[in-house]
């Protein structure tokens, strides 16, 4: 089976939680175009967002971590470090090279420095 982006996601546990777009972007307090979009991979949830979605679909399986792993695309924060920071273009066409599954490179990352850290830092999350 293809894995799904974000948008895709979404409404598939937005319609498997019974929930109309209007009645889904009501109880999220934003509007169902701006729902729709997400769902059609035209735009991308604020962190704050994506955590209100995983938490109304949490009932049908849905949990921050598992949507987070599907967005697509480089955010803003991301795309602005691998451009100001020598090196980082290189180290992510390597990255690429590799052929590796990213889930195994994320995981080798955090054996050699350590999960995320909220807050301050140097580290791009």
Sequence with gaps: MAPTYLGEEIRRLRLLAGYTLRGF?????????????????????SEKLLRKIADKLRKV???YDS?????SGIDVKTREWAASTPGAR???????????????IHR??????????KGKGSRVG
């Design 25 to 45: 972007a009501a109880d999220l307090g934003v509007s169902a175009a701006h729902i729709s979009d997400i769902e059609h991979n035209r735009r991308r949830p």
């Design 61 to 63: 399986g849905a949990t």
């Design 67 to 71: 949507l987070e792993k599907r967005l």
């Design 90 to 104: 290189a180290l992510l066409r390597r990255l690429l090279e590799a052929d590796l599954d990213p889930q195994e």
């Design 108 to 117: 080798a990352l955090e054996k050699l420095i350590g999960p995320k850290r």
